[in-house]
């Protein structure tokens, strides 16, 4: 069976390659670009893992580690990608529970060896 990842970037250009480097990788890819459509897709579906921006509209990257470690208790590995890859952002980020962080541009080769890498850690 193959693994499920929530994507979620309001980048569509980025999400779009990321999303095509995934899926060619062998998972299937949700993709949502805002956080309103995370929590709806959250509320239905838990996925193998999730992949994050950290700036998105209505639910930052930031809320969605708070929300999917203390609301909905689950620990599907977190990777936050952002280009807000300052000090204060990285520490918020791993504090609440991030897996892992990854600087904007992100090489869709390294994202998915570290999807990889978080999902044999299961």
Partial sequence: M????????DDELLASLLNFRLEKGGYDVHHSCNGKEV?????????????????MP?????????Y???????????????SAGNEEN??????????DFISKPVSPS???????RELNKI
């Fill in 68 to 82: 999917v470690r203390n609301e909905l208790s689950s620990k599907t590995p977190i990777i936050i990608i952002s």
């Fill in 39 to 55: 929590k709806e897709y959250l509320a239905t579906e838990m996925p193998d893992i999730i992949v994050s921006d950290i700036m």
């Fill in 110 to 116: 390294e994202l998915l060896v570290r999807v990889a």
């Fill in 58 to 66: 209505y639910f930052s990257g930031i809320e969605l580690i708070d």
């Fill in 90 to 99: 990285v520490l918020s980020a791993f504090d609440l529970g991030a897996n």
């Fill in 2 to 9: 193959r693994k499920r990842i929530l994507l979620a970037d």
